[in-house]
């Protein structure tokens, strides 16, 4: 069934390409086969491409989560939440490589969050990604965890990975996220998903609040247009059973102006 979605966790459009991301884990249970990614050319509606993971690029409990295109070097990047880890596909041979595989940036830091007086229970390791293109960096952060780290994609690119580990920078502290996105002034946008609150670091390293409230609800699966971010209210955190008398939002805010 090499066609026939399981678990689709990502969606990104990048240019005229749509890459849907299949976990191929149902329920977040162990991986059936292959972890895959499909890309569709949007002004055909085609199928034109799938990458599959090849079998020392993923584990069984992983559970590919999230990407980012990178053109300038031909590559896809990817983290791994179930496992911690990258992945990264060389595009023209269809070869995989994992890097940085249970790395403490790539490692959950808890096993829960904190809701008011509700937690919840659960360890998400790399998750949220974001690629810096003019400073060619690519950042990343585990789900339930506190550090937001970076490496520069010369590093991954590199055919020796040796000392990869070496070339990890520690970039902040910063609330627990899911998604995160670069805006065109290189600030980064990302959840603090214990507080309902949306932030942003700008590249001078200040973290500052976007928007907070009662309406953010697990903002997630951010986008970028018209000067708008675009996200969900995943609501994850509050999920125990049928989600049918749940309502879920898609919402807009105005990005802040540039200095």
């Known amino acids: 069934m090499p066609n026939t979605f399981i678990g689709v966790q990502s969606v990104v459009a990048f240019e005229n390409e749509l890459y849907v991301l299949d976990t191929r884990s149902a329920l977040f249970g162990t991986v059936i086969d292959a972890p895959r990614v ?10 034109i491409k799938t990458y599959i993971l090849d079998k020392n690029s993923f584990h069984p409990d992983s559970y590919i989560n999230d990407l980012r295109i990178d053109k300038k070097n031909n590559s896809i990047y990817f983290t791994d939440s179930g496992h911690a880890g990258l992945v990264i596909p060389d595009i023209d041979t269809g070869q995989w490589e994992r890097v940085l595989n249970d790395h403490t940036s790539t490692r959950a830091e808890v096993s829960q969050l904190t809701f008011g007086e509700q937690t919840w229970e659960n360890t998400v390791h790399s998750d949220g990604i974001a690629l810096d293109t003019k400073n060619n960096k690519l950042y990343y952060h585990a789900l339930t965890g506190y550090s937001l780290y970076a490496i520069n994609t ?3 690119q590199a055919a020796d990975k ?3 580990e070496e070339q990890v920078t520690f970039e902040a502290k910063t609330g627990a996220p899911d998604g995160m996105i670069f805006d065109q002034a290189g600030r980064l946008y990302f959840a603090d998903l214990e507080h309902q609150k949306i932030q942003y670091r700008t590249p001078d390293g200040g973290i500052h609040n976007l928007i907070e409230g009662h309406d953010i609800k697990w ?8 000067n708008y971010l675009y996200f969900t209210n995943s609501r994850i955190n509050e999920v125990s059973g049928a989600i ?5 939002t898609l919402n807009k805010i105005e990005l802040p102006p540039i200095d």
């Open 38 to 47: 499909f890309i569709f050319n949007l002004n055909t509606d085609t199928l």
């Open 154 to 156: 010369e590093v991954l």
């Open 244 to 248: 049918s008398e749940m309502t879920f």
């Open 219 to 226: 903002a997630d699966t951010f986008s970028i247009y018209n």
């Open 162 to 164: 040796t000392n990869i």
